[in-house]
């Protein structure tokens, strides 16, 4: 389980941003994104790097994948979202403030699961009864 932040400077940058990583990243969101503070996150990131930061973020949101931290990086690696994305490692500190803020913080409005929420398809045909086709590929944070 990876906790990862993303900053950025509108909404709709870092929900494309979740977006991508769900989509191109292949990581499964196993909360959903929570607002954080810009400039905590901002704070949080130069604390990390161990350098300034070229520009301030806007707005940041956080959330936990279900894949580690290390397949995490290199799948976030590979894409190339519109905002920035950090992989937040346990350790550091800034995990566990981190993770202290996120089980306080809102929900992040406006975010869908790009993954399917039920169990597949719904098949009509058979005796008015609703039977469902079991597909492993479709899954949600939501289960």
């Known amino acids: 389980m990876a906790l990862i932040l993303i900053r950025g400077e509108n909404k709709s940058k870092l929900l494309s941003a979740i977006s991508d990583l769900e989509r191109h990243g292949n990581l499964n969101l196993i909360s959903s994104p929570k607002s ?3 400039n905590f996150a901002d704070n949080l990131v130069e604390g990390i790097l161990n350098s300034e930061l070229k520009t301030k973020s806007n707005v940041a949101t956080a959330f936990f994948v279900r894949e580690d931290t290390t397949l995490s990086i290199m799948q976030v690696k590979k ?9 937040v490692s346990d350790e550091y500190d800034a995990y566990s403030k981190l993770e202290y803020v996120l089980n306080k913080a809102d929900d992040f409005g406006e975010y869908h699961p790009s993954k399917a929420i039920n169990d597949g398809m ?3 045909k058979i005796d008015k009864k609703e039977r469902h086709i079991k597909n492993d590929k479709l899954n949600s944070y939501l289960k």
């Open 36 to 38: 954080v503070d810009p």
């Open 79 to 87: 894409i190339h979202p519109p905002a920035h994305v950090v992989v």
């Open 122 to 124: 719904i098949d009509y």
